[in-house]
């Protein structure tokens, strides 16, 4: 059974950085696709972030330009490097494979708020 285990969320400010990171286990996790998932107050959940196994990667508008996605295959890790932050991207993050829907283990996302 899949197992994800977010870390690195925090309060910051707008224009800061945050890199999260994801320690996945319980699958294959080098022939997986990954992705990064976050989920505002009020709002659904939406992909913001895809790396494949072989590291080609894709991105939402709306963090196109600030976000990095990446992955370590010998350690099972995937991360994101947020950078510029703004208000809107306040939510908890979430990584699973891609294409996860709720019917797909979670784990407990961690928390991002931008705030001045």
């Known amino acids: 059974q899949a197992q994800l285990v977010e870390s690195g969320g925090g309060l910051v400010q707008p224009g800061d950085s945050l890199r999260l990171s994801c320690a996945a286990s319980g699958f294959i996790f080098r022939t997986s696709a990954m992705g990064w998932y976050r989920q505002a107050p009020g709002k659904q959940r939406e992909l913001v972030a895809v790396?494949?196994?072989?590291?080609?990667?894709n991105y939402a508008d709306s963090v196109k330009g600030r976000f990095t996605i990446s992955r370590d295959n010998a350690k099972n890790w995937v991360y994101l490097q947020m950078n510029n932050l703004k208000h809107e991207d306040t939510a908890v993050y979430y990584c699973?494979?891609?294409?996860?829907?709720?019917?797909?283990?979670w784990g407990q996302g961690t928390k991002v708020t931008v705030s001045s």
């Open positions: 790396i494949t196994r072989t590291g080609s990667t």
């Open positions: 699973n494979v891609n294409g996860a829907t709720m019917t797909n283990n």
